[in-house]
């Protein structure tokens, strides 16, 4: 007996496999990081996962010391002799929270410091491979314009912001999903992250979509300088 044709069952009708209009079309592409701008500055990647994390780890300022240093010795050629009042200014410390950063980022490892009577400090950036996980780096760049005022939020708002930065690189996307519970390594809880976010949210830096029982939807917002 032969089969009955696909016509008339109708069982392999391939209208009814066609998919619903909402549901055809391209897929949205993927919105990219926010990048500097022709000329302007900005914090150079790659940086290692090991100095990150360790820097994130420092005490009081010193995350924002080392960041702010790595910034200036990747932008400008050595020697590179700074001012910490300078850098206490741009940061929006006091000088002896800049002097105790720069100490807690040399002790760990992060910076070498040249001291010579009567000149300024000579800071260089090491990036001497360190132990721990085998992440992959923050690839980078960070727009100086967006990273400044991310630097000057209190608390832990700055290292949420690197971590905001970590995952941009990763997905390759400036929208990503923010587990906030996931970042021991780089000196963050759940109960600091949150309110990390939210001063960057509340900065403009970020845009946060919350649902219930679900990790934050995160998207980097592009600045003006």
């Not at 914090?43 to 420092?58: D, M, N, V």
């Not at 100490?103 to 001497?128: N, Q």
């Not at 930065?165 to 809880?189: I, K, M, V, Y």
Request: glycine share 10%; aromatic share 8%; charged share 25%.
């Amino acid at each position: 007996m032969e089969p009955s044709p696909a016509s008339e069952d109708g069982a392999w009708d391939l209208e009814r496999l066609r998919l619903p209009p909402e549901l055809t079309g391209e897929a949205p592409a993927r919105r990219r990081p926010p990048r500097h701008r022709p000329g302007d500055p900005f914090i150079k990647g790659p940086i290692p996962y090991p100095w990150l994390a360790s820097a994130c780890r420092l005490p009081g300022s010193g995350f924002h010391v080392a960041m702010a240093f790595r910034f200036l010795c990747c932008r400008y050629r050595p020697p590179n002799r700074w001012g910490l009042d300078a850098i206490a200014r741009g940061l929006q410390i006091s000088s002896d929270s800049a002097r105790r950063g720069l100490h807690a980022a040399e002790s760990a490892g992060l910076l070498d410091v040249e001291r010579e009577p009567g000149c300024k400090l000579a800071v260089s950036v090491s990036d001497a491979p360190g132990s721990g996980t085998a992440r992959r780096p923050l690839y980078g760049p960070i727009p100086w314009r967006w990273w400044l005022p991310a630097s000057r939020l209190p608390r832990r708002a700055p290292h949420v912001g690197a971590v905001c930065w970590l995952l941009a690189g990763w997905e390759r996307s400036a929208e990503f999903e923010l587990a906030l519970d996931g970042w021991p390594d780089l000196g963050l809880s759940r109960f600091s992250a949150s309110p990390g976010l939210d001063l960057l949210e509340r900065a403009g830096l970020v845009s946060a979509v919350r649902s219930p029982g679900r990790s934050p939807v995160v998207t980097i917002l592009d600045v003006e300088a």
